[in-house]
């Protein structure tokens, strides 16, 4: 176990990294919802997060099930739509809020 101290840290330094990916795309959809008119307090809250999202993509509720069954494609398709709706384009909305949320949140918030 002479290694042990060395992989404790690169592992802790992963966590680290993802956990602040994950709160700068925390903050991009907060102020991407206050953007639209919506809580931002509704980006921390699970599957409600969802919800508000569609109703500013202005899709029907069943659309829940689409997001939360097909994973990436659900979110590439609201991408599409949240970026039309803040003037972006769709190449915008499907890669940077579909799939690399956190930079696309960012930007638009």
Do not use: Q
């Not at 994950?22 to 809250?45: D, N, Q, S």
């Not at 202005?58 to 659309?63: A, C, I, L, V």
């Not at 069954?69 to 039309?84: F, N, V």
């Amino acid at each position: 176990m002479e290694n042990g101290g060395g992989a404790l840290a690169a592992s802790m330094f992963s966590n680290l990294i993802f956990l602040g990916i994950w709160i700068a795309g925390l903050v991009g959809m907060w102020k991407t919802f206050e953007k639209a008119g919506k809580p931002g307090w509704a980006a921390i809250i699970p599957i409600y997060n969802l919800i508000v999202l569609l109703e500013i993509i202005d899709r029907p509720m069943w659309w829940i099930l689409l997001l939360l069954c097909t994973g990436p494609i659900g979110m590439i398709l609201a991408g599409m739509d949240l970026g039309e709706n803040f003037g972006k384009d769709k190449a915008f909305g499907a890669i940077l809020l579909g799939l690399i949320w956190p930079v696309g949140y960012l930007m638009v918030g």
